[in-house]
């Protein structure tokens, strides 16, 4: 199984700014994907980001809000843009690694 | 597409009762499934998996059957414990098209162990 180290842990942002997301994995990864989980629900795919490509939003997102990079197989980045209170969310990242999946510890976001 | 259904929580027991949260899917072809759980202020974990049919997932005690001729795969431990207090979350990965390889997860059930 992978590794992923995602940071920040936790951050209080104002309304309006952005903030940038990181996952590092352990070993190469084909896709990997991001979730929101807001507080009390269940976990939502916002996007799936492979490696040299565009990522694949859900509906009901998009790349000007949530951008995200994918510059190798080890690495990927989701910015959360113009934040308002209803992003507070939890935002985990994710990899598929043989018949299975590993997340990331999750990055617990609280905009005021 | 794929969906995943769960028990509603939350659910309260003491400790050493038994414990059954459902968890019902719908899926094309094949699909894993997955029990996740998230302890209080931590992330999510692998809790079992099983990736075909009559496949028996276990770990910790917990066990879970992949049952497709009831599209069940519901979670089961013979005596919990308060350290199992956290949400569980069912969830599948099957062929969706252009979703093949996301998981599709349940809505959770809280779990609350009380001495």
């Known amino acids: 199984s992978a590794v992923i180290s995602q940071k920040p842990s936790r951050d209080i942002c104002q309304r309006g700014t952005s903030l940038t997301i990181q996952c590092q994995v352990d070993s190469q990864v084909t896709m990997m994907f991001w979730y929101r989980q807001q507080p009390g629900q269940s976990l939502t795919l916002i996007a799936t980001?492979?490696?040299?490509?565009?990522?694949?939003?859900e509906s009901g997102f998009v790349i000007d809000k949530f951008p995200i990079s994918r510059p190798n197989l080890t690495f990927s980045t989701l910015t959360v843009s113009n934040m308002s209170p209803e992003d507070s969310s939890i935002y985990l990242c994710?990899?598929?690694?043989?018949?299975?999946?590993?997340f990331g510890s999750g990055t617990r976001l609280t905009v005021v | 597409g794929n969906s995943v259904t769960q028990m509603e929580g939350p659910v309260t027991l003491s400790e050493e009762a038994f414990l059954t949260i459902n968890c019902t899917y719908t899926?094309?072809?094949?699909?894993?499934l997955f029990w996740y759980v998230q302890y209080p202020g931590e992330g999510l974990q692998l809790l079992l998996k099983a990736t075909k049919a009559d496949d028996k997932g276990s770990n910790k005690g917990f066990e879970a059957t992949y049952r497709k001729e009831t599209t069940s795969f519901h979670l089961e431990k013979g005596s919990v414990q308060v350290s199992d207090s956290a949400v569980y979350f069912c969830a599948l990965s099957g062929n969706s098209g252009a979703g093949s390889y996301q998981l599709t997860f349940g809505k959770g059930t809280k779990l609350s162990v009380i001495p």
């Open positions: 899926a094309t072809g094949y699909p894993s």
């Open positions: 994710s990899v598929a690694i043989g018949d299975g999946y590993t």
């Open positions: 980001a492979n490696q040299g490509s565009e990522a694949t939003y």
